[in-house]
């Protein structure tokens, strides 16, 4: 197919989360509002050129509390820092339509190297006659390495909060012109 470029259709993906909470159970949540611009010839990854902005504001846990504190100081000062981005800056084909997507991962004023697990889940035509592709993919970061330390300690022992933060992402994406 060669290298092309592709707009995700945000009305089917998604870019959800999930943390520990009490070391008991999990709390998860999803970013409403983010965009993508991929560059990539979807049989063959390697050469691809991923880049992805979120905007932190549109987190939702399904509490509104909970949702205006993590968009807090405490958390995503998400006044001051507005955006998580993720620029590609190399990717690994580790089997058949699997591709371990390494990027600079920004939040909270700090970048470090990320690796994102993907699959590509296929391509096809949709009843309009535009070709689509879908990925999905999977990671967890700390976020400690960001800044991110809002914690309180439990009676039980442990803390409230876990440090690492898994991350699910499905995308849909139409071929460009």
Same mark, same amino acid.
Request: proline share 0%.
């Given at each position: 197919? !060669?290298?092309v470029k592709w707009a995700v259709d945000a009305s089917h993906s998604s870019i959800d989360f999930s943390i520990r909470h009490m070391m008991i159970a999990k709390v998860k949540g999803t970013f409403h509002t983010f965009?993508?611009?991929?560059?990539?010839d979807p049989?063959?990854?390697t050469t691809a050129n991923i880049s992805v902005s979120v905007d932190l504001g549109s987190i939702?846990?399904?509490?509104?509390?909970?949702?205006?504190?993590?968009?807090s100081a405490d958390f995503f000062d998400a006044e001051n820092n507005t955006k998580m981005t993720f620029q590609s800056t190399k990717i690994i084909k580790t089997g058949d339509g699997e591709y371990d997507v390494i990027g600079d991962l920004s939040l909270? !004023?700090?970048t470090k190297s990320e690796t994102i697990s993907v699959t590509?889940? !296929?391509?096809?035509k949709d009843p309009w006659g535009n070709e689509k592709v879908g990925f999905s993919g999977h990671g967890s970061i700390k976020r400690s390495d960001f800044g991110l330390t809002y914690n309180a300690a439990l009676e039980t022992g442990g803390v409230l909060i876990a440090d690492e933060v898994k991350i699910s992402i499905e995308i849909e994406a139409v071929q460009q012109a």
């Open positions: 197919m !060669g290298k965009e993508a611009a991929v560059e990539a049989t063959d990854l939702d846990t399904r509490n509104k509390d909970r949702d205006a504190h993590l968009r909270h !004023g700090v590509f889940e !296929g391509a096809g």
